[in-house]
């Protein structure tokens, strides 16, 4: 997605190898321009899948998560990492492990908003390691809903996550994907194979 | 706000005399039309303060807060709860306490994002004891913005938050106003004016 290349291209920090320091768009400052063509984007690709459900997990999936709902004119949901006082209900819950900062939080959802049967796309902002797209999963599986497919704005696509979830079998649609960060640079996946060539 | 008091009476669920249960549509599973219809609100209601920046907090303000600054043409930027591993820069923060999970949390927003003479219009779901908003106005002052006005999704007016944030002098729009709560119960502000009378 163009766009959204220009602007990781632009405003992207490499901090480390590992982490993309993208808050002036997406995590912390939100441009709701690109978060809008980023749901139509979403939407365009899972045509025809027919989604009854987005489900994300707060906070930075939300905004790519609510705009991806609007295009295809379902609700969503966002898993909750920590508990709410009025989420009383039933709860649907995974372990999500997060390497980079080290801890295991536990996802909730109310076993009210995803059922037996509903088509669900999983939208988050990122895609590394995969735990909190399987945290996800995980989460329409105990509902008995049907995972139509993964939707992610950045895959760093050098973690295993992409690949894990691929070779399971799902669809995933990553609308960037790096290749490699180093400190001060940002390769996409395109330019780390001509790289390579 | 017609839409929302409607989606309030069919879908809000009084916990007590102090909790309004809105998760069907706001807090965890989102409505994105009625979303953008808030955010279409917020835009009105504010049209000609010149705003330059919308600033919310995480989670629930994100879906309003970025579809008012969808119209408004502007970013908007969330404060967050937790610190992140990303947000290295300087920040402005502020504590805040909430009375319902009876906790004190910082939050903190870089001071990239609101700078001396932005016309914030700080948005939030709710409107209780007025903290969160009154963390939000500290953050704005700390970075010499203006606080342009406060966009509220509900008000609980039996709280003095609202009352509060306007003898402040600041321009409070609440798009719902909720007067009484009781267990199984909910009055609108105007209702309530009608008991009395």
């Known amino acids: 997605m163009e766009a959204l290349r220009k602007k990781i291209e632009k405003e992207g920090q490499a901090l ?41 997990i707060e906070s930075s999936g939300i905004g790519p998560g609510l705009m991806a709902a609007l295009e295809l004119g379902v609700p969503m949901i966002f898993a909750r990492k ?29 076993s009210k908003y995803i059922k037996k049967n509903d088509k669900v796309l999983i939208i988050d902002d990122f895609l590394a390691n995969g735990q ?6 995980e989460v329409c ?10 939707g992610i704005v950045i895959e760093k696509s050098f973690q295993d996550g992409g690949k894990r979830l691929r070779e399971g079998g799902y669809q995933v649609e990553s609308l960037a994907r790096i290749g490699q960060l180093n400190v001060g640079e940002i390769l996409f996946e395109s330019e780390k194979e001509m790289h390579k060539a």
């Open 16 to 56: 480390s190898e590992n982490i993309l320091k993208v808050d002036s768009f997406l995590n912390h400052q939100m441009d709701p321009v690109l978060m809008k063509e980023i749901g139509q984007e979403f939407a365009s690709r899972f045509q025809g899948r027919e989604i009854t459900k987005v489900l994300t």
């Open 132 to 137: 909190a797209a399987l945290g996800l999963i």
């Open 82 to 110: 920590r508990k709410s006082l009025t989420l009383t209900d039933d709860l649907l819950t995974a372990s999500v492990h997060s390497y980079t900062k080290n801890e295991t939080n536990d996802i909730t959802v109310s």
């Open 141 to 150: 599986e105990k509902a008995g809903a049907i995972v139509a497919g993964i």
